[in-house]
C-alpha cells in the first residue's frame, strides 16, 4: 500500500485493505483511505 501511495496514483483499488490488521491498523488505514478520498483519488 505505501507504493501506491507513494506513485501518487489517480485511481486505488483495494480489496479487503484492513483484512489481517489489529483495531489500530485498521483505524489507521481508514484514515489514509479518507484523505486519499478528500484529495479525490
Known sequence: MAQVLSREAEVLLLDEPT??????????VADIIA???ARGT
Not at 483484512?19 to 489507521?28: F, I, M, N
Request: charged share 30%; proline share 0%.
Open 19 to 28: 483484512a489481517g490488521l489489529d483495531l489500530t491498523g485498521k483505524a489507521a
Open 35 to 37: 484523505q486519499e478520498r
